[in-house]
């Protein structure tokens, strides 16, 4: 065997991975109570959504490429944010912009990313969604420890956030400062949402 700086992964069951120990656990958990691959892989990016928020969310993007037992070929999934109709270049133009603003609402895009896990859980997946969402649900409820990256990303967005977005300074920067790293952090109001979702 070669030399890796990456854990090989051997079993006779089933392997669930991704870039969080909370996510990959929530993976192998959905394996084991009879969902599939695509079930396990939603629950995953679900959980994601709260435990590296810095790096994706419910309103980002999703490209996946699948290959489902028994089909012959690959498919993809493109989930990607599309530009709303109103984001021309003479829009840009008419607003002083001579380049697309790199965040706020002038640069947001339609997101894609639900819309994509859905469809996912839809065509391939066995389980139902409230047993798929509830992992993400328990960890966005209940708290996780936030990553040192997630928390240094927070603070770096503190002032923009309480100057334009003032409903994410307060999800957060709970009493005003970003959570401190390794702390228990809890995101309600996205709880609720996917709970609201569920009923």
Do not use: K
């Amino acid at each position: 065997m070669s030399f890796t700086t990456r854990p090989e992964i051997l079993g006779t069951f089933g392997v669930a991975a991704s870039t969080h120990w909370i996510a990959t656990a929530v993976g192998m958990r959905i394996l084991e109570a009879g969902g599939n691959a695509f079930d396990a892989a939603v629950a995953m990016g679900f959980t994601l959504h709260v435990v590296e928020p810095h790096l994706n969310g419910p309103l980002g993007d999703l490209p996946a490429l699948i290959w489902p037992a028994g089909d012959a070929a690959p498919q993809m999934i493109c989930a990607q944010g599309t530009a709303p109709a109103g984001a021309t270049i003479a829009h840009y133009r008419s607003e002083g912009l001579s380049l697309i603003p790199g965040s706020g609402l002038l640069a947001t895009v339609i997101p894609g990313a639900f819309d994509g896990w859905m469809l996912m859980l839809r065509d391939h997946g066995t389980l139902p969604l409230r047993t798929v969402l509830e992992p993400a649900i328990h960890y966005a409820r209940h708290g996780h420890p936030v990553l040192p990256r997630v928390s240094a990303t927070i603070a770096g967005l503190a002032d923009f956030f309480r100057d334009e977005w003032p409903t994410s300074f307060a999800t957060w920067l709970p009493g005003g400062a970003a959570p401190a790293a390794e702390s228990l952090f809890c995101n309600p109001d996205l709880a609720d949402t996917w709970e609201r979702l569920l009923s």
